[in-house]
T-cell receptor, first 113, second 115 residues
Framework: SQTIHQWPATLVQPVGSPLSLECTVEGTSNPNLYWYRQAAGRGLQLLFYSVGIGQISSEVPQNLSASRPQDRQFILSSKKLLLSDSGFYLC????????????FGSGTRLTVV | QKEVEQNSGPLSVPEGAIASLNCTYSDRGSQSFFWYRQYSGKSPELIMFIYSNGDKEDGRFTAQLNKASQYVSLLIRDSQPSDSATYLCAVKAGLTTDSWGKLQFGAGTQVVVTP
């Protein structure tokens, strides 16, 4: 069966520090991968999606970036965090262009102080 | 206009009653529709999907789709306190408008089931 791993679960980082969040998927090949952010009490905001290794599309211009170095690995990064980067970061995967929906990881709660 | 709209709630429902959640969407080419449940502090969990007009039942949950009117609804029968959560509606874009078929999420409806 397919599983998605996301870590860390919580993170407190100072303003201006770098960020690296990792997501890996097991049990499937060539998944579509997504990074979402959910601010407190808000909806899901799609940040990046990837259809394959090295293929990244950005939905929202910001100081975040994403990379997909391996088929089932998706990394979200920032060189310098802002207070506004605080939120709940979710990785998700799908197959068949999301025909059966997306499956989300457990999320990382990031607080920038 | 938002592409997927839901009432934010909170929707207060007595235990044992039916909770009715609605969602409207703007893309007439949308083909697939999903309901996610998100408990506070947790990630969204897929609970229902529907592709065809009409009703689809799964246990205490019923999804209803009306493509002509561009709405999808979720009924929760015999509501339990454990159903208290935020319910997200998601719509998969039609291939004619988005060849990639990304899901568009609504902002969610908070449901509170009171004992």
């Amino acid at each position: 069966s397919q599983t998605i791993h996301q870590w860390p679960a919580t993170l407190v980082q100072p303003v201006g520090s770098p960020l690296s969040l990792e997501c890996t998927v097991e049990g499937t090949s060539n998944p579509n991968l997504y990074w979402y952010r959910q601010a407190a009490g808000r909806g899901l905001q799609l940040l990046f999606y990837s259809v394959g290794i090295g293929q990244i599309s950005s939905e929202v211009p910001q100081n975040l970036s994403a990379s997909r170095p391996q088929d089932r690995q998706f990394i979200l990064s920032s060189k310098k965090l802002l207070l506004s980067d605080s939120g709940f970061y979710l990785c998700a995967w799908s197959v068949l262009q999301g025909l059966y929906g997306y499956t989300f990881g457990s999320g990382t709660r990031l607080t920038v102080v | 206009q938002k592409e997927v709209e839901q009432n934010s709630g909170p929707l207060s429902v007595p235990e044992g009653a039916i909770a009715s959640l609605n969602c409207t969407y703007s893309d007439r080419g949308s083909q697939s529709f999903f309901w996610y449940r998100q408990y506070s502090g947790k990630s969204p969990e897929l609970i229902m999907f529907i592709y065809s007009n009409g009703d689809k039942e799964d246990g205490r949950f019923t999804a209803q789709l009306n493509k002509a009117s561009q709405y999808v609804s979720l009924l929760i029968r015999d509501s339990q306190p454990s159903d208290s959560a935020t319910y997200l509606c998601a719509v998969k874009a039609g291939l004619t408008t988005d060849s990639w078929g990304k899901l568009q999420f609504g902002a969610g409806t908070q449901v509170v089931v009171t004992p």
